[in-house]
């Protein structure tokens, strides 16, 4: 029917796609490995605050005098600006791997471009001999040299 049709033409397919993307392994492992460094990134913004407030409090134990309480505060803030440190050469290393895994997969993709490029190649030259090309060559020439004839013949009356 024309609303049938029309339907097909106009509205929303109802049909999911086949064609979905099977997730690999190598997917599987770049996914870890920016889900760890984003719980990396949350981690960290967590410390700087953390360190944030160690401050504003060794800063109200100085103006209340109590010292013993401003170093262990200060001694606390230390701890936690050594375990930001960390968790930035951690965030470092998981970028620099996330990077080689991803250049790595996309080298494979190169160089199975290039296998299925020499591969043609090879097709291409195996359907084409040199002897075939040499006789075509051999036959355009000869074609072109009694082309010439032809011309002169013709146009050498006049």
Same mark, same amino acid.
């Given at each position: ?17 086949? %064609? ?45 005098? %109590? ?31 996330? %990077? ?59």
């Amino acid at each position: 029917s024309l609303q049938a049709l029309m339907g097909g033409v106009f509205g929303k397919s109802k049909e999911k796609p086949t %064609n979905k993307r099977q997730c690999t392994e190598k997917d599987r492992a770049i996914l870890d490995l920016k889900v760890q460094r984003d719980e990396l990134k949350v981690y960290k913004k967590k410390l700087v605050k953390v360190i944030e407030r160690e401050e504003q409090i060794i800063c109200q134990f100085m103006r209340e005098k %109590n010292k013993k309480m401003a170093l262990l505060t200060v001694k606390k803030k230390k701890y936690q600006e050594e375990s930001l440190q960390q968790a930035e050469q951690r965030l470092e290393k998981l970028q620099h791997l996330v %990077n080689s895994v991803e250049f790595a997969i996309m080298e494979q993709k190169v160089f199975d471009g290039l296998k299925a490029g020499k591969a043609a190649l090879d097709m291409i030259q195996a359907e084409t001999s040199l002897e075939d090309v040499e006789k075509l060559m051999l036959e355009t020439e000869e074609a072109y040299a009694y082309q010439k004839q032809i011309e002169e013949a013709m146009y050498g009356q006049y």
